[in-house]
């Protein structure tokens, strides 16, 4: 089992920055691609972005390219999302989510085994 936890939400301004992190306990998740998922109020959950369990492959969704960097340290059993110019469209509760076919690098959240409870982050206009 992997338990996934998640941090650093808040609340910033439109254009400001936030990075948040997912750390993983119960086994170490260097064999897992691991995602980040988000949902607003009244949508469905969407694809955010992915990373290898490597580190060297990673997959965003068009809306965030080049606004967000996922990355992770595999000793600490980390992910990061570092979020810049954050628009109000990107409020959401953000999820970090766990796939244990570590090359894959997909969308689809359900190959994703593992999820965390989520952080809140709202960017006001």
């Not at 998740?29 to 949508?43: C, E, H, L, N, V």
């Not at 600490?76 to 999820?95: F, G, H, I």
């Amino acid at each position: 089992q992997v338990q996934l936890v998640e941090s650093g939400g808040g609340l910033v301004q439109a254009g400001g920055s936030l990075r948040l992190s997912c750390a993983a306990s119960g086994r170490t998740i260097d064999t897992y691609a691991m995602g980040w998922f988000r949902q607003a109020p009244g949508k469905e959950r969407e694809f955010v972005a992915a990373i290898s369990s490597s580190g060297r492959s990673t997959n965003y969704a068009g809306s965030v390219k080049g606004r967000f960097t996922i990355s992770r340290d595999n000793a600490k059993n980390t992910v990061s999302l570092l979020m810049n110019n954050l628009q109000p469209e990107d409020t959401a509760v953000y999820y970090c989510a766990a796939n244990p076919l570590g090359s894959r690098v997909t969308a689809a959240g359900g190959f994703y085994g593992y999820w965390g409870q989520g952080t809140q982050v709202i960017v006001s206009s």
